[in-house]
């Protein structure tokens, strides 16, 4: 995601994921673990999903309360969601100082 510097005419480039739109990806953070590889998700749409830790991430990425992650809904459940992706929190901190988050979820200021 390139962005420009109102200073001088450089390109910076992110390094950062963020949510694919077009796939119905969405900003969220985790409200409370259920247990189970289950939590409860904050969107940015307003939303409190259930979301579930899908086994390929389960062992390799931890998740606690308070991570910026991406979820995606389901398609036929839009009450339920998978995590998609956790951001460090280096990385959810440069997303807030760059506007890059919702008002909503934007917890990092």
């Known amino acids: 995601m ?3 510097n109102n200073d001088d005419n450089e390109e910076n480039f992110t ?3 963020v949510p694919n739109k077009r796939k119905g990806e969405l900003y969220g953070i985790v409200e409370k673990l259920s247990g189970g590889s289950h939590l409860s998700v904050m969107c940015e749409d ?6 579930r830790i899908p086994g390929k991430m389960k062992k390799r990425m931890w998740i606690r309360e308070n991570d ?3 979820v995606k809904p389901w398609q036929f459940q839009t009450e ?4 998609v992706y956790r951001y460090t929190q280096t990385q959810a901190n440069y997303l ?7 008002e ?5 200021k």
């Open 2 to 4: 390139p962005y420009k």
């Open 46 to 51: 307003g939303y409190t999903r259930t979301a």
């Open 68 to 70: 910026l992650v991406i």
């Open 15 to 17: 390094r950062v994921i």
């Open 104 to 108: 909503l979820i934007n917890i990092f």
């Open 80 to 83: 339920k969601a998978d995590i």
């Open 96 to 102: 807030s100082r760059n506007s890059a988050l919702p």
